[in-house]
């Protein structure tokens, strides 16, 4: 499946952004969707997940409560509603597809083009 991100941009520190991951090839349906996120300088973590009919989801720490994933497999698609933002969430957001969750980004041999958030204080 492949696998497009945008929605990113620049915005300033409470704003909030939604991102979406626009799926071809093959239909979500079959998987559990995820949002990484890569900051200048470090490296690639996991950012939220969730469960191939929707019914789980799974945050990082760092986004509890503030970020909010969801999926339309209807329109093959999934979201990132990402509020109150901090510079800290400053990177690049990328989505992935796995039959399983899994958090761990080493696991992923292909990896789609990202989209930037850049959040100012």
């Known amino acids: 499946v492949q696998l497009q991100a945008s929605g990113g941009g620049l915005v300033q520190a409470g704003d909030s952004l939604r991102l979406s991951c626009a799926a071809s090839?093959?239909?979500?349906?079959?998987?559990?969707m995820h949002w990484f996120r890569q900051a200048p300088g470090k490296e690639r973590e996991f950012v939220a997940a969730i469960s191939r009919n929707g019914g789980r989801t799974y945050y990082a720490d760092s986004v509890k409560g503030r970020f909010t994933i969801s999926r339309e497999n209807a329109k093959n698609t999934a979201y990132l509603q990402m509020n109150n933002l901090k510079p800290e969430d400053t990177a690049v957001y990328y989505c992935?597809?796995?039959?399983?969750?899994?958090?761990?980004?080493?696991?992923?041999?292909?990896w789609g083009q990202g989209t930037l958030v850049t959040v100012s204080s």
């Open positions: 992935a597809a796995r039959s399983t969750v899994e958090s761990d980004s080493r696991r992923y041999e292909h």
């Open positions: 090839g093959r239909t979500i349906t079959n998987y559990a």
